[in-house]
């Protein structure tokens, strides 16, 4: 099953219609690389279907959310985004720009840390969510800039 069908059996499965918006919706979810905010959903499907409402698009989020099809990601910036790719992997996410990058790395070690609190502390894992906080490479440069910049004005 595509990510487009898991979302929308998600929905019907918890008792929601399935409309043309939030089929939309979720072929926006299931086609984008990146981890969206809900204005950028409603704005990569609204080029589609005008006649949606940012209503709906947060009603639509909020149920996949509530079902576990989609995972809210706290970027730092008091803006929502959502994680729509249920395989193992790490969230890298950006303090300056707040933007959210996958790393696939090598999933033995996060097996072995998942076994090390397993054995350490009697804790049992039934899923996991891990990010990483710092600064990508852009803003990285950029803050580098803005130094050096502030160093010639002086």
Same mark, same amino acid.
């Given at each position: 099953?595509?990510?487009?069908? +898991? ?15 939030? !089929? ?8 984008? +690389? ?30 996949? +959310? ?7 990601? %706290? ?9 729509? %790719? ?9 303090? !300056? ?55 010639? %004005?002086?």
């Amino acid at each position: 099953m595509d990510k487009k069908e +898991r979302f929308l059996t998600a929905l019907k499965q918890s008792g929601h219609r399935i409309t043309g918006q939030r !089929r939309a919706i979720c072929e926006y979810l299931a086609q984008t +690389r990146e981890h969206p905010t809900p204005y950028q959903v409603y704005e990569g499907v609204a080029q589609e279907h005008p006649e949606i409402s940012l209503a709906t698009v947060y009603n639509t989020l909020n149920a996949l +959310r509530d079902v576990g099809a989609i995972v809210p990601i %706290d970027a730092g910036n008091e803006q929502t985004r959502y994680e729509t %790719d249920p395989a193992p992997h790490i969230n890298l996410v950006c303090l !300056r720009c707040h933007r959210v990058f996958d790393y696939e790395g090598e999933p033995e070690a996060e097996d072995q840390l998942l076994a090390a609190i397993r054995a350490e502390t009697g804790f049992q894992p039934v899923t996991k969510k891990m990010e990483i906080l710092g600064f990508c490479p852009e803003c990285q440069a950029q803050k580098r800039a803005e130094i050096r910049q502030q160093l010639q %004005d002086k």
